[in-house]
């Protein structure tokens, strides 16, 4: 649904996007992970036909960008990071600006712009001005603003930056609801526990060029991270750290402060193994924990801060 082939752009002697080839498959969820300057902004940019490729191919739907854009534009929606309002107007007078300008016939304009208040929660704010409306309402007002036309591919640029904790769950929720109607969703984003929680496939770029692109699941064997719980047990741990040392599906097991820390091998099912292993052998356990895997951890270890 959203393809690049060797994408290259230059601005003068600045090399913004190099050789990347990404994928992104309908109705999936792609986070676009990097640091400012990394190129993810201008990679965007080309996919919507707002920048010209100096070199490459980039395609929406499977249509060129630089050959079909009327087209292109067509099926997708665009929220930039920072997207401007008309103060003067009404929230459903903006949105009818907007219907009006994709052509869409005026008959048709006043159920579609109740359609998209409905979904991105907006109705009571119809007839509010649109300068009133808070940092969450104005974000939720523009991704209702890309979703007039009924694209089948929205491309997100930041659209969490600066809501607070409230509206970025509510902002996440309404991303799950999108593509539970089968949108497909490009999404940039610097909170990266949330594009953990919802994306399918996420690519972390710098300099221009991928340095992972794939599932958060495969990241984990490509940094050579392991898997691992937390174990506290009733009692001396001795008896347990002896018993799960001797397992071998267990690669290494530390006393640490008041617990005990067990590195499994990858792909094993760790907390049943030790729970059966400890309960079988009478020793009480008061807490497993699965230590978490981060996506920050993942783009710290695999960025080296590299920006143009």
């Known amino acids: 649904m959203i393809e690049t082939k060797k994408l290259t752009k230059n601005f003068g002697n600045l090399v913004a996007v190099s050789d990347l080839d990404l994928y992104v498959g309908a109705g999936d969820i792609f986070g676009?992970?990097?640091p400012n300057g990394a190129g993810k902004t201008t990679t965007m940019r080309i996919l919507v036909t707002l920048l010209e490729p100096t070199s490459g191919a980039a395609f929406i739907d499977g249509l060129d960008v630089s050959k079909k854009g009327k087209d292109v534009r067509r099926r997708v929606g665009y929220m930039p990071d920072f997207m401007g309002v008309y103060d003067d107007l009404k929230v459903f007078e903006y949105l009818e600006f907007f219907a009006a300008a994709f052509g869409i016939?005026?008959?048709?304009r006043k159920a579609i712009v109740d359609g998209v208040l409905e979904l991105t929660d907006l109705v009571s704010k119809r007839a509010a001005p649109v300068d009133s409306l808070s940092r969450g309402m104005q974000?939720?007002?523009g991704l209702a603003r890309v979703l007039i036309h009924d694209p089948k591919v929205l491309v997100l640029d930041e659209p969490a930056s600066g809501l607070d904790p409230r509206a970025r769950i509510e902002m996440r929720e309404l991303l799950r609801e999108l593509k539970r109607m089968g949108k497909t969703i490009m999404i940039s984003s610097h909170?990266?526990?949330e594009l953990e929680e919802i994306c399918?496939?996420?690519g972390i770029i710098e300099h221009g060029q991928f340095?992972?692109?794939g599932t958060i699941e495969e990241i984990r064997p490509r940094l050579g991270i392991q898997s691992k719980v937390r174990v506290k047990v009733v009692g001396?741990?001795?008896?347990a750290m002896e018993l799960l040392s001797a397992l071998p599906q267990v690669q290494k097991v530390e006393l640490v402060n008041d617990h005990l820390s067990v590195t499994f091998c990858e792909g094993q099912n760790a907390d049943g193994i030790i729970a059966r292993t400890l309960v079988n052998a009478g020793v009480?356990?008061?807490y497993l924990h699965p230590e978490q895997f981060k996506l920050d951890d993942a783009f710290l270890q695999l960025t080296k801060g590299i920006v143009h």
């Open 139 to 141: 974000q939720r007002l």
């Open 191 to 193: 909170i990266l526990s």
């Open 32 to 34: 676009f992970i990097g």
């Open 236 to 239: 001396d741990p001795g008896r």
């Open 105 to 108: 016939e005026y008959k048709k």
């Open 200 to 202: 399918d496939r996420i």
């Open 211 to 213: 340095v992972f692109s």
């Open 284 to 286: 009480d356990l008061i």
